[in-house]
Nanobody, 129 residues
Framework: DVQLQASGGGLVQAGGSLRLSCAAS????????IGWFRQAPGKEREGVSC????????YYADSVKGRFTISSDNAKDTVYLQMNSLKPEDTAVYYC??????????????????????WGQGTKVTVSS
C-alpha cells in the first residue's frame, strides 16, 4: 500500500523553526515528486513546496521563499521541509503528497494539488505570536 507519513509538527513561537518529515513507502520513490501543502483554518489548501528527488528540482510558494527549504533523502525515501523564521500565518495543517513523474503531461512538480496522486495525513503546525 502507498503510504505517506507526515510528522514533525508542533507548537513554536514566531521566529522559531520546525522540520517536517514525509516518509514514503509502497512505491518507487525516484519515480515520484513529493510536495508539501498546507491548510489553515477557514482557508483552502495551498501548495507550499515540492521536490523531484531524481534531479533535485524544487518549487516554493512566494510566501515561504527564503524561509523554507525542501530536501530529499533518497536512501530513506523521505522528504524534509525545514521551516525557519516561522510566522503566525504559517499556522496550518501540513500535508505531503506524491505525483508520478512519468504520467502524461507531467513536466515538473508544482503547487497544484489536483496534479498529485497520493496524499498523506496531516501534521499540525501552530506558530504563536
Amino acid at each position: 500500500d502507498v503510504q505517506l507519513q507526515a510528522s514533525g509538527g508542533g507548537l513554536v513561537q514566531a521566529g522559531g523553526s520546525l522540520r517536517l518529515s514525509c516518509a514514503a513507502s509502497g512505491f518507487t520513490f525516484d519515480d515520484y515528486a513529493i510536495g508539501w501543502f498546507r491548510q489553515a483554518p477557514g482557508k483552502e489548501r495551498e501548495g507550499v513546496s515540492c521536490i523531484s528527488s531524481s534531479d533535485g528540482s524544487t518549487y516554493y510558494a512566494d510566501s515561504v521563499k527564503g524561509r523554507f527549504t525542501i530536501s530529499s533523502d533518497n536512501a530513506k525515501d523521505t522528504v524534509y521541509l525545514q521551516m525557519n523564521s516561522l510566522k503566525p500565518e504559517d499556522t496550518a495543517v501540513y500535508y505531503c503528497a506524491a505525483v508520478f513523474r512519468f504520467k502524461p503531461r507531467y513536466y515538473y512538480c508544482s503547487g497544484y494539488e489536483s496534479e498529485y496522486d497520493y496524499w498523506g495525513q496531516g501534521t499540525k503546525v501552530t506558530v504563536s505570536s
